[in-house]
């Protein structure tokens, strides 16, 4: 068995839905200034990316909005909330693992996020008694898929790398998490874009089936992820 010592999660597009919500802010943004960009774009250009790369892309393809870049996660805010308004972003077995977990681990989340959103999700999702701390982008860097986000979690909690598990929902996170030298679960959500999963040790469509002993237990995952394709 796996000695584990400690739970990190992502936020986006692992605790929240927000990631999609986030290629549909961008994409409309940018059509508000003429610029026409189809979904598949949109996707490749956000989704599971951090905000230093989408600001870079967007200054390097857009120069006529290298202006905005430094501020643009102010403009693109609104499009988000008009979004995230309709919708309930939660996604619920993420949420119910971290609450499991926290009752005999201590966890955190390493987020991508502006520290601001972090902290604002964490009081919605009401996981302030379950968290020792939450990291945004501003707290490390570089941002993922360099590991400095999970290695400076790791050192905060003081636990070896090697003995943290982390969710992640995208490619740059399980990149991340396994050049941090950590256990990496990988949810994979049914109608979500596909990422690179063959970088991480489990893969899951939904975190609420996750147990200890599938750290170790290869057989016990098997037979699992069999059952649920089978439905």
Request: glycine fraction near 6%.
């Amino acid at each position: 068995m796996m000695d584990v010592k400690a739970f990190l999660f992502d936020l986006d597009g692992t605790l929240i839905d927000s990631e999609i919500v986030w290629v549909y802010a961008v994409r409309d943004y940018l059509k508000d200034r003429g610029i026409g960009i189809d979904d598949s774009s949109a996707i490749e250009l956000v989704y599971g990316n951090p905000w230093d790369y989408i600001y870079e892309e967007i200054a390097k393809r857009y120069p006529s909005l290298s202006g905005e870049v430094p501020a643009l996660i102010e403009k693109v805010h609104p499009y988000f909330d008009k979004y995230a308004s309709q919708v309930d972003l939660v996604i619920p077995g993420s949420v119910e693992i971290l609450k499991r977990l926290s009752e005999h681990y201590p966890c955190a989340i390493v987020s991508g996020s502006y520290k601001n959103d972090v902290i604002d999700t964490v009081r919605k999702l009401g996981l302030e008694k379950h968290l020792v701390f939450a990291l945004g982008k501003e707290d490390y860097t570089p941002g993922k898929p360099h590991p400095a986000g999970y290695l400076k979690a790791a050192k905060i909690l003081e636990v070896e790398p090697e003995k943290c598990v982390a969710f992640e929902d995208s490619t740059v996170g399980f990149k991340a998490v396994k050049s941090a030298g950590m256990f990496c679960v990988a949810l994979a959500r049914p109608g979500r874009p596909i990422q690179d999963t063959s970088f991480a040790d489990l893969v899951l469509p939904d975190l609420s089936l996750f147990s200890i002993s599938m750290l170790t237990n290869k057989s016990e995952y098997n037979s699992l992820i069999k059952e649920v394709y089978k439905k």
